[in-house]
């Protein structure tokens, strides 16, 4: 079933790709009404399939249908071999519907822990 029923599209600046980008949860019709100048792509875990092909295949058809072509950031928190993989077998896609794949090479350490940080200015 869809995770997000037909309607007329939402507008944000940031958006949180649910379950960790699950296809069970997000499909074309998320991405279709969820528009956003960016999304949060979270997931490393091949075994579980995250970040989903699915769901990454769902971001491009749902823009596809946007009636602008705004900019949209995608954020993954985390180094894929799904993720670099989708990256390079639809960079020309994703450069036709103006997203831009934001990779990072800052780190945060915080109480002995480091990990990957972006800024986002919105």
Known sequence: STAVPPGPPMYLDLVYIP???NRKNVDVEFFK???SS???VSGN???AEEPSRAVLDSLLEGK???DSNMQVTLIP????EVMREWYQETHEKQQDL???VLASSSTVVM???SFPACKIEL
Do not use: L
């Not at 928190?77 to 894929?80: A, P, R, V, Y």
């Open 33 to 35: 009404r969820v528009r």
């Open 64 to 66: 596809a249908q946007w």
């Open 38 to 40: 960016y999304y949060v």
């Open 19 to 21: 379950n960790h980008s």
């Open 111 to 113: 109480q002995d822990e």
């Open 77 to 80: 928190t985390h180094d894929s």
């Open 98 to 100: 103006n997203i831009m």
């Open 45 to 47: 875990d091949s075994a």
